[in-house]
C-alpha cells in the first residue's frame, strides 16, 4: 500500500519512479529505437494521397500523438482525442484550447455503447479494458499491472462520427487506434461508417502482453476482409534479440 501510494503521489505530479535495474534497461533500450522520420513521411503521403480531412486519435492518453500530426507529419485538419483517464482528459482539453482543429472527447471507444470497467495501470501508458497476460515480457511486469479499475463511457466510431462529420463538416477518416489490445473491438464499432475510413493505424501484438488481446496474423485478417491492405509497419517496442514484441500497423483502403 505505501509502495502504491508513492508511485501515484509521484504520478500526480508529473515523475515516474523506477528501480535501478529497470532504469539501466530502459537505458539500453534507448540507444536502439526505428527511426521515427520514415514513419511521419509515410503518414503524412498516406493522409494527403487518401485527402484525409480528420483523424480519430483513439487512445489519446497525454496528446503525443496529435502534437506528433502536428510538429512532425504536418497534419493541419481536425483531429479527435478521445480519451478515458480523467486527469488525461483534462490536460488534453488545456492543451487544445489553443488549436481550434483539435476537440477532445473523454470517453472511449468501442464494439457498442455503454460503460465499461477500464484498468489504470501502473504506467497509465499501459491502462486497458484487458488484463495483463501472464506470458507479456518480464520488462513490463511493474509497469503493466493493475493499479485501478475505473468505470468509463464506451462510445463507438460509428455514432461519433455520424456526429462530428456533420458539425465538423468532413468526410475523409484517418482511423488511429493505440488501445492496449482492444483495436478490434473499436474498429468492430466502425462498421457503418466503414466507407469512410480511408487508412487506418492500429498497434498490433507480434508478443502478447494483454490478456485475450488479438495477435498480428488474427488483426490482419480482420482488417484485410474488410477491404483495407498494410502499407507499413513500423516496430514500438522489441525484445533482447530486436524481435518485435508491438508495432503500429498503416493499412489503406
Known amino acids: ?38 514513419f511521419a513521411d509515410h503518414v503524412r503521403r498516406v493522409l494527403e494521397k487518401q485527402r484525409v480531412d480528420c ?20 497534419f493541419e485538419g481536425h483531429i479527435v482525442s478521445f480519451e478515458p483517464i480523467p ?13 481550434s482543429k483539435w476537440h477532445v472527447m473523454p470517453v472511449a471507444l468501442g464494439r457498442e455503447l455503454g460503460n465499461l ?30 493499479s485501478e479499475t475505473i468505470q468509463v463511457t464506451v462510445r463507438t466510431v460509428a455514432d461519433t462520427w455520424c456526429e462530428l462529420s456533420t458539425l465538423l463538416k468532413v468526410s475523409r477518416l484517418y482511423l488511429k487506434m493505440d488501445t492496449q489490445g ?6 468492430a464499432g466502425a462498421t457503418p461508417v466503414l466507407d469512410s475510413i480511408k487508412a487506418l493505424q492500429s498497434e498490433m501484438a507480434f508478443h502478447k502482453i494483454y490478456a485475450n488481446c488479438a495477435d498480428f496474423e ?36
Not at 482492444?182 to 474498429?187: G, H, I, K, N, R
Not at 474488410?226 to 517496442?237: T, V
Request: charged content about 25%; some cysteine; proline content about 3%.
Open 87 to 99: 486527469r488525461h482528459a483534462a490536460n488534453l482539453q488545456r492543451l487544445a484550447k489553443a488549436d
Open 182 to 187: 482492444f483495436d478490434l473491438e473499436v474498429f
Open 1 to 38: 500500500m505505501i509502495k502504491s501510494l508513492i508511485f501515484k503521489t509521484l504520478r500526480s505530479t508529473g515523475f515516474t519512479l523506477l528501480t535501478n535495474s529497470r532504469y539501466e534497461r530502459l537505458r539500453v533500450l534507448d540507444y536502439y529505437k526505428p527511426a521515427d522520420t520514415s
Open 55 to 74: 483523424v480519430f486519435d483513439v487512445g489519446a492518453n497525454d496528446g503525443a500523438y496529435a502534437l506528433w500530426l502536428r510538429d512532425k507529419v504536418g
Open 218 to 253: 488474427q488483426a490482419l485478417a480482420v482488417f484485410q476482409a474488410d477491404g483495407f491492405r498494410l502499407c507499413m509497419l513500423h516496430p514500438i517496442s522489441m525484445d533482447e534479440n530486436l524481435a518485435m514484441i508491438e508495432a503500429d500497423g498503416l493499412f489503406v483502403r
Open 117 to 146: 470497467d477500464f484498468h489504470v495501470m501502473a504506467d497509465d501508458v499501459f491502462s486497458s479494458f484487458l488484463k495483463p497476460d501472464k506470458s507479456q515480457p518480464e520488462r513490463y511486469a511493474e509497469s503493466n499491472k493493475v
